[in-house]
């Protein structure tokens, strides 16, 4: 576009000229500019992790209190009946890609198995392609490794760890953006004030705010001043089966619970002094029912089962101004339903190109209407099925339930439901046919290692196979160590994929009794072989101070880890074992490895 100017008998001094043509460039520039940014809400996620339906007062829990938490369904919209997966990482994998679980390649919750295929993409993703801030600040348990760590998935920011669940709650080792750090107090407490950091800083900006809380999971560990509430307190409110509850982790739990609505509440709380509220979207739920036997509704089932205790969470949504205060959407929805339904609130356009099987549900939530629609929700893990319809659920074993007369799953229902029974039967097995297609076999991806982008790479124990006497320090992988290393026979392999050929600094966090110092060991890829000395000795005691109470047993007890520089490597592409052997064992044993990390130069 031109301009025509007509001349002037007054010249016009070059300053005052300098500042009439800047001006006129914003007038003209300005509005295209501003169509180039996003303009759409906030969204800020919290995720509770292991907490059941049951845990929150807004639902019925009489033990405790939880305010903050009630605040987003008073405020927005609950969710009657949300349904998510029986344990952690397939939830994640629903919420953040709208498919069921086992399409997107987490078919379990460790050594590698809780990794997004590679070709799903996520939410984060969708959000950050239309030029949203995005920040990650939790329990990640997608993938720890580049390109499945979360820096890949579409978080700019990540603070947090990204295994299925960790062994210290106070001051504990963590992840930031690729690199170890150490974190500060409380580890909700501390995510909570990270993701409050990430919001100051791009309170400017839409932000997409992810707080993936690891608690009430355990091991049992809380701030002091939690649990004087509830020490000694009285369980007034008991699971199904009593004998099998503890009441002093109910009492944790609940304690637990109170500290991470103390939390919600912060964050709530810093979205109203930046005057952020009213254009930010806030989701509360949780990944899996109730991890211990304590109060639930009622409800048959609990983590790991896929009947309804084991699978309904809380869902609360809140958008002032948009959502209408109060509103209770009954009919049933899942995991499944978040990614799209997020998407469509902000108008950002989903990014991947693969089918979903979720639902949009933005429009019942801006109209408050309450019904949501007829369809069946499917809830699988360790080749259990169940199917759940607005009335009925049918469980695993075939048997059907009327979930509006009985909701905990007492009296099967089929002999006079013949022909509901037989469709829903139908539908389980076309569903298996299609999600879950041939017999489960192992997971055969390999570990990747060697990216310019994130050139460190963590191996952890719990990503490793040990062979010979080589056993894990805990039952579970995750958050487990490798122990009871003694003979020349034993060794601990990792099913590598070197992408990048190159020297690779290697770093082995170990601990070694003094005595037994000065163990050559041998770390070898193929042809590619070094040998370093496992010294000086570093024997340091268990935590004793990390729990509030005692830890279930098959939990690893922590303890501080060294970093034993062994060298360097030289990795050539391809796919194999990295394999650490023993070639002398001076002493009775070699080493405690918990993890092996890899740098390329």
């Known amino acids: ?120 993409r996520t939410l984060a993703d969708a959000f950050k392609a239309a030029g949203y801030a995005t920040g990650a600040f939790g329990k990640w348990h997608n993938g720890s490794q580049w390109p499945y760590h979360p820096n890949a998935r579409g978080f700019d920011e990540y603070y947090g760890f990204t295994s299925g669940h960790w062994g210290e709650y106070f001051d504990p080792p963590l992840d930031h953006n690729g690199h170890d750090v150490r974190g500060s107090g409380y580890i909700a407490d501390d995510f909570t004030t990270h993701a409050i950091q990430f919001i100051e800083t791009n309170r400017h900006r839409p932000f997409l705010c992810y707080v993936p809380f690891n608690t009430p999971h355990s091991p049992w560990g809380v701030p002091k001043e939690d649990w004087e509430r509830f020490r000694g307190s009285e369980v007034s409110q008991r699971g199904n089966a009593p004998a099998a509850e503890n009441l002093d982790e109910t009492r944790c739990v609940l304690a637990m619970t109170e500290n991470l609505d103390r939390n919600v509440g912060r964050v709530l709380a810093r979205l109203d002094q930046l005057g952020l509220t009213t254009n930010t979207i806030v989701v509360y739920f949780s990944d899996n029912g109730p991890n211990t036997a304590r109060w639930n509704g009622g409800m048959k089932g609990r983590k790991g089962t896929t009947d309804e205790g084991g699978v309904r969470s809380p869902l609360f949504i809140r958008w002032p101004g948009k959502i209408p205060s109060g509103s209770k959407l009954t009919g049933i929805s899942g995991a499944i339903d978040l990614m799209p339904t997020l998407c469509a ?133 995750n958050s487990s160590y490798f122990v009871n290393w003694t003979t020349k026979e034993d060794s601990i392999t990792w099913d590598i994929e070197v992408a990048t050929a190159g020297v690779y600094d290697v770093v082995i966090d170990y601990t070694c009794p003094i005595a037994d110092a000065g163990s050559r060991v041998e770390l070898r890829f193929g042809d590619s072989a070094i040998t370093g000395t496992v010294a000086p000795g570093w024997d340091p005691p268990l935590h004793t101070n990390q729990d509030t109470i005692p830890r279930p047993v098959g939990e690893s007890r922590m303890k501080d880890f060294k970093a034993l520089n062994f060298g360097a490597i030289t990795l050539k592409p391809g796919r194999g074992p990295l394999t650490l052997k023993a070639l002398e064992i001076p002493g009775t044993s070699v080493m405690d490895v918990r993890r092996l990390k890899l740098t390329l130069r």
């Open 345 to 477: 609130l902000a108008s950002v356009p989903r990014s991947t190109a693969l089918p979903i099987d979720g639902l949009d549900l933005s429009k019942q939530l801006l109209e408050g209407s309450g019904a949501l629609p007829d369809r069946r929700i499917f809830s699988h893990w360790n080749n259990n099925v169940s199917v759940r319809t607005a009335k009925h659920r049918m469980d695993t074993k075939g048997a059907l339930f009327d979930m509006e007369k009985d909701p905990n799953q007492k009296h099967d229902v089929s002999a006079e439901n013949h022909a509901v029974a037989e469709e829903l039967r139908t539908a389980m097995s076309d569903w298996r046919r299609d999600v879950l297609g041939p017999a489960r076999v192992q997971d055969a991806r390999p570990l990747p290692v060697g990216y310019r982008e994130f050139p460190i790479t963590p191996l952890p124990a719990r990503d490793g196979v040990s062979h010979g006497t080589v056993r894990r320090s805990a039952t579970a992988p």
């Open 1 to 120: 576009m031109h301009f025509a100017m007509k001349p002037s008998t007054h010249p016009i001094p070059p300053m005052m000229f300098r500042v009439a043509t800047f001006l006129l460039l914003i007038a003209f520039w300005s509005p295209a500019h501003a169509a180039e940014k996003p303009q759409g809400p906030n969204v800020v996620i919290f995720l509770a992790d292991d907490q059941g339906w049951g845990d929150l007062s807004f639902n019925g829990n009489t033990m405790l209190r939880t305010p903050h938490i009630d605040s987003i369904a008073r405020s927005g919209a609950s969710f009657d009946r949300f349904f998510v997966c029986p344990v952690c990482s397939p939830t994640r994998a629903e919420f953040f890609t709208g498919r069921y679980h086992p399409r997107t390649g987490v078919s379990g919750v460790s050594t590698g198995q809780e990794r997004l295929n590679l070709n799903e």
